[in-house]
């Protein structure tokens, strides 16, 4: 079993950064593929990115590609996304999930077992 921490959150103007991190416990985290996906109010939770056990593979929504950056560092058991030039449409809480197929960067977010509480990230214009 896997339990993920997020943090890094806040509020930040429009054009700003944030980068969120997601620490993870046990000693499978490297086995995992890990996932961030993120929910605004009154919207399904949406697919934002993905990387593969080793970080070969990433995965991004057309929405953030080219603005957000997701690694790992497996010797941390750590997993982060790097946001730049936010928008305020990137509001949401966001969540960390781990995925027992190591090997995908799945968007479809059935997939993920393991789940992280979600931090706030808030774009003002």
């Known amino acids: 079993q896997v339990q993920l921490v997020e943090s890094g959150g806040g509020l930040v103007q429009a054009g700003g950064s944030l980068r969120l991190s997601c620490a993870a416990s046990g000693r499978t985290f490297s086995s995992y593929a890990m996932g961030w996906f993120r929910q605004a109010p009154g919207k399904e939770r949406e697919f934002v990115a993905a990387?593969?056990?080793?970080?070969?593979?990433?995965g991004y929504a057309d929405s953030v590609k080219g603005r957000f950056t997701i690694s790992r560092d497996n010797a941390k058991n750590t997993a982060y996304l790097q946001m730049n030039s936010l928008k305020p449409e990137d509001t949401a809480v966001y969540y960390c999930a781990a995925n027992v197929d190591g090997a995908s960067a799945e968007k479809d977010y059935t997939q993920y077992l393991y789940w992280g509480q979600g931090t706030q990230v808030t774009v003002s214009s």
């Open positions: 990387i593969t056990r080793r970080g070969g593979i990433k």
